[in-house]
C-alpha cells in the first residue's frame, strides 16, 4: 500500500475498497472480542473455517472476526450476512449444522436465535434485537461490524475522513471551537470540558506538547475501553491525531494496561497501518503535519488511571499521583504541556468532526451531550456493553436496555462509576443519567462501570468489597487515603463479621469524609463513595448487621447459619458426604443436623439438596 | 506581586510562591510534616491543608504546593481545615502515636486516643529521606517500595544499598528517628533498618570517627567534575 497524500487519495481510496465490496456478499461475522473469547469463539471461529473449507465454500463466503457487539450475555456471538441472522451461544457443536442450513440455504436454526424471555416472541435479525433498539450506537456503532486488523474495514466506513477534514478544511482554533461547541465532557469521570482542556493546553507556551490516551481501565467490572480498543482502535487513533493537530502535539501516547494483551495487540496493529497509509507519522496525508503514536504497558496500578500518577508512570517513575496545580496542559509528560483524554472521549471526536457540533449535541442533557457507554454487570440480565444517550433514565437502562433483574428477583441498587461511584438505590430509578445527577446522588459518572444489585445482595458486603479494592489499589503516598481506606476497611469487615458497635457507622461516615476531602488524588476522593452511600440509602441494613446481628440478605458469614429442615430433609447424605468441613451429620433416612460451630457458611449443602431441605437464617 | 488574603490578613508576596511559604513569612502556623524548604512539595501527609476559595467553591488543598494567586482567599484556622488535621493526626497515630512529634501534633490539635490502631510503625512515609537522597545528595540509594498499607522505605530488594555514599542525609531529615545511625565498633556504623554497615574515618583532631571513606571519594568525585 502506497501512503496516502492527499485528501483525494483517501476519498479515492475509500471508494476503491467499497466498489470491491459486495453487500450481497455472504459473510459471517464473529465476535472475537475477550469475553466471547472465554466463551469459548476462537474453536467456533476455527470450526467455521474448516467446515467452509470442507463445504468448499471457502472462497464464497467471507469470515469477518469483529469485535465486541456488546450481548457478551448471549457470546458466543455470530451473525450471518446479508440477512443479519444473529446466532447467540454458538458452540462447536452448532457450526455444521449452520454451514449447511443457514450459510448455504438460507434456512433459520430455531435453538440459535433470539428468544425475548418476556415476550416469548422469536427474534432473528440483530438490528431487531430488543437490546440494540433501545441504544444509540454512535461510538459502538461499528464495534460488531468490520474486522478490527483491516484499516480497510475502517476507511470503508468513512474512517479517517474526519481527519482529513480537519487537517485540510479547519484550523487548530476551528476544531477546538468545534470540540467546545458540541459541549463534550471528558469519558473519563470527572467531565471536564474536552474543548476546554483542548482549549488550555494550546494556549500553553511551549514547543513540545503530547497527547496522550488513558486506557488505563481497572475497575471491576468494566471493560467500555479494552472493547473500543479491541473492537475498533482506528476511531481513537483518529481522535488522537485530531486532538494532536488542535493542541499542536507531535507525540502522542496511549497508557494501556498489561492486562489487556488484545487490545494492545489490536492497537498496535492499527497504529503500523495507519503509518503504512501515511495516516501516521511524518507529513501526515500529505498536509506537512507529523505526529506519532507510542504504546505504554501500565503493570495494573489501578491508581495509574489518574492522570497525574499515569504520567509519572510513563516517564519511569513510581506510579504516585502529584499535586494540581500545576495542571497537565501547563506542566504535565516531562514538564511539557499535555492533554490526557479517557478512550471513549478520543473516539467520540472523529464522528463529532466529521458530522459536526450540532449533531453531536443533538442528544443528551442540557450540560451532559451526547452519548455514554456503560458496562452492564451484575444481577442483570443482559450483560453486556451499551451505548445510550445522556439523559436517560436509570430504569430505562436497567430494565428497557438491561432487560431488568436476572432470575426474577427485584431490584435493589445501581452502582455507578465502579468502585470510586456510589450506590443509587430503587428510589431514584427515574433520575436521570448525566454528570450532575449523579453527582446529586453522590454517586458518579465515573467511566461507565454499572454493576446492579438485587434483593440477594447485602449492601454493607458490597461496600466492603469495593472498598476493599480500592484500599488494595491505593498508592500509599497521602495518609488519609492509605491509613483511612484501611481503618473504614477494617470496621467494614468487623460489622459483617457480626462484631459491629453502636459507634461505627458515625465513624464511618466522619472518616469517609475526611479521606473524600483531604486525600491527595481522585482516588481517595471517591473511595469512600460506596460506603457513603449505601449508609446514605441503606442505613437500616447497617443497623440490622450492627445492632440485631442479622444480615437481611443473608450474604455476611458471620451472621447466617445453615439449618436443616427436619420434615423435608430425606437423609440422602448428599450434603453430609459433600460438606468440606464435616459438619453435618445424620444416619442414612434420618433427617440431618449441621453443627454451627463447625460449619463454614460456603453453602454447598444448599446447592446440592434436592430437597430444598437446607435454610439460612 | 500577588496578592491574597490568609485568615483576613493582607498578604503581599512573590509570584511563585506556596501558600505555605507565604503563610510562615508572615508569621502564621501551619503544621507540617512531609515538607522540607529545601526539598520539592510534596504534598503526601496532608497536615498542611488549608481552605482556598477557588472556582469550585471552599477546597481543602495542599498549602505546602498550591500557589499564591492573586485575589486569592486562604483560611488556615476554619472548622474544615481543623477537623482535617485531627483525622489526619489520628489516623497517623494508629501506628506512630509513640514518635513524639505525632504525640505533640496530636495535643496540639486535641486530638486523644485513636480509634483505629495498626502494628507499631516509627516510620510515617513522609518520604523525606527519600527525597533527600534523590533531590539533593543524587544519589537515590533508597526508595518507595510496594503500595498502600504495604508500602515502606527501603534501599533496592531489602539489602544494604551499594549505590548508597554513606553520607547520613536520610538519618538527618528523619522527623521521627526512624533512621537511625549507630556505632557497632569503634570505626563502624551501621543505619537502621536497612543494616547498611559502613567504616568511618577518625578525624585527625579530636579521634571521633566522623565521615565514611565512600562519601569523601563521592565528593572528591563530585569536586573534580566541577573544576573548569
Keep these: 500500500m502506497s501512503e496516502l497524500r492527499n485528501p483525494q487519495a483517501l476519498v479515492d481510496y475509500c471508494q476503491k475498497i467499497r466498489a470491491t465490496t459486495d453487500p450481497q456478499q455472504r459473510r459471517v461475522r464473529a465476535c472475537d472480542g475477550t469475553g466471547c473469547r472465554a466463551l469459548g469463539s476462537r474453536k467456533v471461529l476455527a470450526r467455521l473455517q474448516e467446515t467452509l473449507q470442507e463445504a468448499g465454500l471457502a472462497d464464497k463466503v467471507e469470515v469477518v472476526p469483529t469485535g465486541c457487539p456488546g450481548f457478551c450475555e448471549l457470546g458466543p456471538l455470530i451473525t450471518i450476512d446479508p440477512e443479519g441472522i444473529s446466532y447467540n451461544r454458538v458452540s462447536v457443536d452448532d457450526v455444521p449444522a449452520i454451514v449447511a442450513k443457514t450459510i448455504a440455504r438460507g434456512e433459520i436454526i430455531d435453538g440459535l436465535v433470539f428468544v425475548d424471555p418476556v415476550t416469548g416472541q422469536t427474534i432473528i435479525h440483530d438490528h431487531e434485537l430488543p437490546f440494540y433498539t433501545r441504544q444509540m450506537r454512535r461510538v459502538l456503532a461499528l464495534n460488531g461490524q468490520i474486522d478490527p486488523t483491516r484499516i480497510e474495514d475502517y476507511i470503508a466506513h468513512d474512517g479517517y475522513a474526519a481527519l482529513s477534514k480537519a487537517l485540510y478544511a479547519m484550523t487548530p482554533e476551528q476544531v477546538i471551537e468545534e470540540v467546545k461547541r458540541a459541549g463534550l465532557r471528558g469519558r473519563g469521570g470527572a467531565g471536564f470540558s474536552t474543548g476546554m482542556k483542548w482549549h488550555l493546553c494550546r494556549q500553553s507556551p511551549g514547543e513540545v506538547k503530547y497527547v496522550i490516551c488513558n486506557a488505563d481501565e481497572g475497575d471491576p467490572g468494566a471493560f467500555m475501553d479494552r472493547s473500543i480498543l479491541e473492537g475498533n482502535p482506528h476511531s481513537v487513533v483518529e481522535g488522537m491525531i485530531i486532538g494532536a493537530y488542535a493542541m499542536g502535539a507531535t507525540q502522542g501516547y496511549v497508557y494501556i494496561r498489561n492486562e489487556y494483551p488484545l487490545a494492545v495487540q489490536n492497537l498496535k496493529i492499527a497504529l503500523g497501518q495507519a503509518r503504512e497509509h501515511g495516516l501516521l507519522g511524518k507529513n501526515i496525508l500529505g498536509s506537512g503535519f507529523d505526529f506519532d503514536i507510542e504504546i505504554r504497558v501500565g503493570s495494573g496500578a489501578f491508581v495509574c488511571g489518574e492522570e497525574t500518577a499515569l504520567m509519572a508512570s510513563i516517564e519511569g517513575k513510581i506510579g504516585e499521583p502529584r499535586p494540581r496545580p500545576p495542571y497537565p496542559a501547563q506542566s504535565g509528560l516531562w514538564g511539557k504541556p499535555t492533554n490526557i483524554n479517557n478512550v471513549k472521549t478520543w473516539a467520540n471526536i472523529p464522528l463529532l468532526i466529521k458530522n459536526g457540533s450540532a449533531w453531536f449535541a443533538s442528544v443528551g442533557t442540557e450540560k451532559s451531550k451526547g452519548t455514554m457507554i456503560f458496562s452492564l454487570v451484575g444481577k442483570i440480565r443482559n450483560t453486556g456493553l451499551v451505548e445510550v444517550p445522556m439523559g436517560i433514565s436509570l430504569s430505562e437502562l436497567i430494565y428497557d436496555v438491561g432487560g431488568g433483574i436476572s432470575g426474577g428477583k427485584e431490584f435493589k441498587a445501581a452502582q455507578i462509576g465502579g468502585p470510586s461511584g456510589g450506590c443509587i438505590p430503587k428510589e431514584h430509578l427515574d433520575a436521570p443519567i448525566d454528570y450532575e445527577s449523579l453527582t446529586a446522588l453522590g454517586a458518579i459518572m465515573g467511566s461507565g462501570g454499572l454493576v446492579v444489585a438485587d434483593e440477594d445482595t447485602c449492601m454493607v458486603d458490597l461496600a466492603r468489597y469495593f472498598l476493599k479494592f480500592t484500599q488494595e489499589e491505593s498508592c500509599g503516598k497521602c495518609v488519609p487515603c492509605r491509613i483511612g481506606t484501611r481503618a473504614m476497611l477494617e470496621t467494614l469487615e468487623r460489622i459483617c463479621a457480626g462484631q459491629g458497635r453502636a459507634e461505627d457507622i458515625e465513624y464511618l461516615n466522619e472518616i469517609g469524609q475526611e479521606v473524600k476531602r483531604s486525600s491527595l488524588c481522585a482516588l481517595g476522593g471517591t473511595a469512600p463513595n460506596p460506603v457513603l452511600t449505601t449508609i446514605r440509602y441503606f442505613g437500616d441494613e447497617y443497623e440490622a448487621h450492627i445492632y440485631d446481628k442479622k444480615c437481611p440478605a443473608k450474604v455476611c458469614k458471620g451472621l447466617i447459619i445453615y439449618e436443616v429442615v427436619a420434615t423435608l430433609c430425606t437423609g440422602c447424605m448428599i450434603c453430609a458426604r459433600n460438606c468440606p468441613v464435616g459438619a453435618i451429620a445424620g444416619e442414612k433416612g434420618q433427617p440431618h443436623v449441621i453443627n454451627p460451630a463447625v460449619c463454614s457458611r460456603c453453602g454447598v449443602c444448599q446447592s446440592l439438596c434436592k430437597c430444598d431441605a437446607i435454610v439460612v437464617h | ?228
Excluded at chain 2, 42 to 62: D, P, S, W
Excluded at chain 2, 166 to 180: K, R, S, W
Design chain 2, 1 to 228: 506581586m500577588v496578592r491574597l488574603i490568609i485568615d483576613g490578613q493582607e498578604i503581599i508576596t512573590e509570584p511563585n510562591r506556596t501558600i505555605l511559604e507565604a503563610a510562615r513569612e508572615h508569621g502564621i502556623h501551619i503544621p507540617t510534616l512531609c515538607y522540607h524548604e529545601a526539598l520539592e512539595p510534596f504534598a503526601a501527609c496532608r497536615l498542611c491543608v488549608v481552605e482556598a476559595e477557588t472556582g469550585r467553591g471552599r477546597q481543602l488543598v495542599a498549602s505546602c504546593a498550591y500557589p499564591c494567586i492573586d485575589g486569592l482567599f486562604v483560611h488556615t484556622q476554619s472548622d474544615a481545615v481543623l477537623q482535617s488535621r485531627r483525622i489526619t493526626v489520628e489516623l497517623l497515630m494508629a501506628s506512630s502515636a509513640h514518635v513524639p512529634l505525632i504525640r505533640q501534633l496530636a495535643d496540639e490539635l486535641g486530638v486523644g486516643v485513636p480509634r483505629f490502631t495498626m502494628e507499631k510503625d516509627d516510620c510515617i512515609l513522609c518520604g523525606l529521606c527519600v527525597r533527600a537522597c534523590q533531590e539533593i545528595v543524587g544519589v537515590g540509594a533508597i526508595s518507595v517500595i510496594n503500595r498502600g498499607i504495604e508500602k515502606k522505605i527501603s534501599p533496592p530488594f531489602r539489602i544494604a544499598s551499594n549505590t548508597c555514599i554513606e553520607c547520613g542525609t536520610c538519618v538527618l531529615v528523619c522527623p521521627t528517628g526512624a533512621i537511625t545511625l549507630a556505632d557497632i565498633t569503634g570505626g563502624a556504623q551501621t543505619v537502621h533498618p536497612w543494616e547498611s554497615e559502613f567504616e568511618v574515618v577518625d578525624c585527625r583532631v579530636c579521634g571521633h570517627h566522623y565521615l565514611a571513606p565512600k562519601f569523601t571519594d563521592h565528593t572528591a568525585l563530585l569536586a573534580e567534575e566541577h573544576v573548569p
